[in-house]
T-cell receptor
Framework: AQSVTQLGSHVSVSEGALVLLRCNYS??????LFWYVQYPNQGLQLLLK??????LVKGINGFEAEFKKSETSFHLTKPSAHMSDAAEYFC?????????????FGKGTKLSVKP | DTEVTQTPKHLVMGMTNKKSLKCEQH?????MYWYKQKAKKPPELMFV???????INESVPSRFSPECPNSSLLNLHLHALQPEDSALYLC????????????????FGEGSRLTVL
C-alpha cells in the first residue's frame, strides 16, 4: 500500500526566505509523485510532478522538488517566498503506470508568508 | 484557467432537496472522479468512472448518486443530505491506460462548495 506523510501541518516563512515543505512516501513500486497547491476556495492546481528520469523537477511559480529514492522523500522548495505563495500544499503519490490516477494525498501543509 | 469546469460554484440546499453537481472536461480523458474535501483536510475520493463505467465507489452513502452520461460529463446527484455533507466537492479527470503518456496526473476543477442547512 502506498502512503504519503507531510511533516508539518503549518509552515510560516518571511517574504524572501527559503520555502521547504517536506514529503515522505511509502510505495512498493516506483512511484509517481506530485505536488498540488490549493488557494482558498479553489480547486487543486498541479505544481510539479516526478514520473521518471531527472530527479530534480522544476514546476510553476519557481518551485522545484527532488526525488530521493534512498530517503523516500520528495521535498518541495522555493528559494525566495512571495506573499502570493500563501496556500495549502498537498503531496501525492500514484502507482507507476497506473490505469487510473488514483492519487494518495498527504494531509497537507499550510504555508503562511509574513511580510 | 482550469480545463475541468464545475457548476454551480456554490450551492445551498435543505435536507429534503434534490440537487445536482455537474462537471465537464474536453481533454479526452476517460477517467473522471468525484472528491469530497472538508475544511483543512485533503480531498477524499468518492467515486471513479473509467470509460463511463463506475469503477470505484469508496463506500459512499446512497444519498450521493453519481452519473456519467458520456465521456465528457460527470454528475453528482444529491438527495436527502445531512449538514455534515457540507464540503467542497471536487471533480477531476485523468488519462486511462498504461503507457509513458499516462503520468497519473489528475486535473481538477475549481470545485462546488455545498452547504446543507
Amino acid at each position: 500500500a502506498q502512503s504519503v506523510t507531510q511533516l508539518g501541518s503549518h509552515v510560516s516563512v518571511s517574504e524572501g526566505a527559503l520555502v521547504l515543505l517536506r514529503c515522505n512516501y511509502s510505495s512498493s513500486v516506483p512511484p509517481y509523485l506530485f505536488w498540488y497547491v490549493q488557494y482558498p476556495n479553489q480547486g487543486l492546481q498541479l505544481l510539479l510532478k516526478y514520473t521518471t528520469g531527472a530527479t530534480l523537477v522544476k514546476g510553476i511559480n519557481g518551485f522545484e522538488a527532488e526525488f530521493k529514492k534512498s530517503e523516500t522523500s520528495f521535498h518541495l522548495t522555493k528559494p525566495s517566498a512571495h506573499m502570493s505563495d500563501a496556500a495549502e500544499y498537498f503531496c501525492a503519490v500514484s502507482d507507476v503506470g497506473g490505469s487510473q490516477g488514483n492519487l494518495i494525498f498527504g494531509k497537507g501543509t499550510k504555508l503562511s508568508v509574513k511580510p | 484557467d482550469t480545463e475541468v469546469t464545475q457548476t454551480p460554484k456554490h450551492l445551498v440546499m435543505g435536507m429534503t432537496n434534490k440537487k445536482s453537481l455537474k462537471c465537464e472536461q474536453h481533454m479526452g480523458h476517460r477517467a473522471m472522479y468525484w472528491y469530497k474535501q472538508k475544511a483543512k483536510k485533503p480531498p477524499e475520493l468518492m467515486f471513479v468512472y473509467s470509460y463511463e463505467k463506475l469503477s470505484i465507489n469508496e463506500s459512499v452513502p446512497s444519498r450521493f448518486s453519481p452519473e456519467c452520461p458520456n465521456s465528457s460529463l460527470l454528475n453528482l446527484h444529491l438527495h436527502a443530505l445531512q449538514p455534515e455533507d457540507s464540503a467542497l466537492y471536487l471533480c477531476a479527470s485523468s488519462q486511462v491506460g498504461r503507457g509513458e503518456w499516462n503520468t497519473g496526473e489528475l486535473f481538477f476543477g475549481e470545485g462546488s462548495r455545498l452547504t446543507v442547512l
